[in-house]
């Protein structure tokens, strides 16, 4: 099986939803169908990860479509380089909108996998979308055997390249995304006195070569209030801006550059 235990690292066995392994350490599946598999020692908090506001923030944000072109593009990008693709990972999938999204395009001889710290986003994304397995989990410490994984996608989630690695099998796919050079400067030039741009460079990941890569821009623009918030609350702007700041921008409405950098890599 592709979980394994995040105590002793031996495989995980499934039985009247419950995962366990020989050493008896034993994960409860939760009533919405995701698994915890973050124990208590390996916490850095209570309660790790987005909150309740963040997630719902996003949530909203995102099923009204304003990212979707970012999704369309990843999926689609996915679709060229996967052929036979058994077992994919989304890390870092916080309410389940990309995987869900993606699972859709790949087919039904497709397992999705979701790993997030979040619980709360987990919730919702294991409640909503049954045919995705979720993991409260960390993406420093992944509880996932070695080499299970055909394709990964990580969409800002920090990680570990070892832990990259140790997961994916040889020849693997894995789609990145991060912020290009332009990405929400409107924003940036409120905030600071002189922004800087985020870098045009390619990425490097150990133990992967990078075979493609793209830059999606687009203009942003937002003129609900409720759309204006989420935006907010969603992003680290949300504690740099001054309160007069937002109520400037949730009267007026507003537009900001989006400028995503998506690239693709192999496995060596």
């Known amino acids: 099986m592709i979980y394994r235990c995040p105590i002793c690292e031996k495989p995980l066995l499934l039985q009247d939803k419950t995962w366990f392994c020989e050493s008896n350490h034993r994960f409860d599946c939760a ?3 995701y698994v915890n598999l973050l124990p ?3 916490k850095k908090s209570t309660d790790p990860g987005d909150n309740k506001e963040m997630m719902f923030a996003r949530r909203e944000f995102l099923n ?3 990212y979707q072109a970012l999704s369309d593009n990843v999926n689609q990008m996915a679709k060229t380089h996967l052929s036979d693709a058994r077992y994919g990972l989304d890390i870092g999938c916080g309410e389940g ?12 001889d497709f397992q999705l996998f979701g790993l997030d710290i979040s619980k709360s986003a987990l919730k919702y994304a294991a409640k909503r979308y049954k045919n995705i397995e979720f993991s409260v989990a960390s993406a420093f410490d992944m509880p996932f055997a070695d080499n299970s994984f055909d394709f990964m ?4 989630a920090p990680s570990l390249d070892s832990e990259l690695k140790r997961v994916i099998k040889s020849g693997g796919i894995l789609i990145t995304v991060c912020a290009g050079p332009r990405h929400h400067f ?15 460079e390619s990425s490097t990941i150990a133990g ?12 942003l623009r937002l003129a609900d209030e409720n759309d204006i918030r989420h935006f907010l609350q969603m992003t680290p702007y949300n504690w740099k801006l001054t309160d007069e700041q937002k109520l ?13 950098k998506i690239e693709i890599f192999r496995a060596n």
């Open 31 to 33: 009533k919405e169908g």
């Open 40 to 42: 208590v020692q390996k």
């Open 64 to 66: 009204k479509g304003f």
């Open 97 to 108: 909108y990309y995987s869900n999204r993606l699972a859709s395009e790949i087919g039904d």
């Open 153 to 156: 996608l990580r969409i800002y």
């Open 186 to 200: 409107a924003l940036k030039e409120l905030i600071y006195e002189t922004p800087k741009e985020h870098t045009q």
């Open 208 to 219: 992967f070569e990078l075979i493609d890569q793209r830059r999606l821009q687009s203009t």
């Open 248 to 260: 400037a921008l949730s009267a007026s409405g507003f537009e900001c550059e989006l400028d995503f």
